[in-house]
Nanobody, 115 residues
């Protein structure tokens, strides 16, 4: 049973930075796309950034210029570097892996941007 586990969240002041990581436990033969989503209180889960198996990236407008998604295929990990954080970035962040025949989700990690 493959599980995804996020790390690196926490409380940060506006303008600060955080780096989220997502690691997979268990055996995965191949990972297609990877992504980060987030869900703020009272809101729907939204896509933040995606990265393809070849390294192509896409970002939500709210993340462009501030967030960077990257992946390490050997380690089967995905990262989200978040800079210039704003209070509206406060949410639970989830990592996502698309693997053959399955979509995998992490349990989420809290990011709170507040002074």
């Amino acid at each position: 049973q493959v599980q995804l586990v996020e790390s690196g969240g926490g409380l940060v002041q506006p303008g600060g930075s955080l780096r989220l990581s997502c690691a997979a436990s268990g055996s995965i033969s191949n990972i297609y796309s990877m992504a980060w989503y987030r869900q703020a209180p009272g809101a729907q889960r939204e896509l933040v950034a995606t990265i393809s198996s070849g390294g192509s990236t896409n970002y939500a407008d709210s993340a462009k210029g501030r967030f960077t998604i990257s992946r390490d295929n050997a380690k089967k990990m995905v990262y989200l570097e978040m800079n210039s954080l704003k209070p509206e970035d406060t949410a639970v962040y989830y990592c996502y892996y698309n693997i053959p025949g399955k979509n995998l989700w992490g349990k989420g990690i809290q990011v709170t941007v507040s002074s």
